[in-house]
């Protein structure tokens, strides 16, 4: 997908073709183990190595929403995302998030951040990351610094 693409949809459906991407992404992040979960994991490898974080995906449901402790590391984590030029989205459904991301034998507690990091050599790249990209890029630009997304049902 182009920008120019990107930039003649619709909002619903830009948010909606965003939501796919970022699950093709994290499946295939997953695979390629360039994946970290867990706020303070996320918060080591922004804090030890921001040049190879690539994508962050912070994740809030009712249960958490006025969980203060979680706010402020989100607060603190969209600060370093927006300095270190890393594009980043919410999504609604943590439980949904850590279902594509966790293993099936492991319950994950906290899937409440999760990044997307290049490999050291650089082989991964994926197409779909790229349209996510662009439409971060284009939420921006309509002043959405932190846009939504909905991961689809399965």
Request: proline share 4%.
């Amino acid at each position: 997908m182009t920008f120019e693409e990107v930039l003649i949809q619709k909002p619903a459906e830009g948010a909606q073709c965003a939501g796919a991407a970022l699950e093709e992404v994290l499946v295939s992040a997953k695979d390629n183990d360039s994946l970290t979960v867990g706020v303070y994991e996320c918060a080591k490898v922004m804090n030890l190595d921001p040049d190879s974080v690539s994508f962050c995906v912070l994740a809030t449901d009712e249960q958490f929403e006025w969980d203060v402790a979680l706010q402020i590391h989100f607060t603190l984590i969209q600060s370093f995302c927006f300095d270190n030029d890393i594009s980043i989205v919410r999504v609604s459904d943590t439980q949904r998030l850590a279902d594509i991301v966790g293993d099936k034998a492991e319950q994950l507690e906290d899937a409440h951040c999760v990044l997307i990091t290049n490999p050291a050599d650089g082989s991964w790249e994926d197409p779909a990351l790229e349209k996510l990209h662009l439409f971060c890029e284009e939420s921006r630009r309509l002043n959405d610094w932190v846009p939504e997304i909905s991961l689809p049902e399965r």
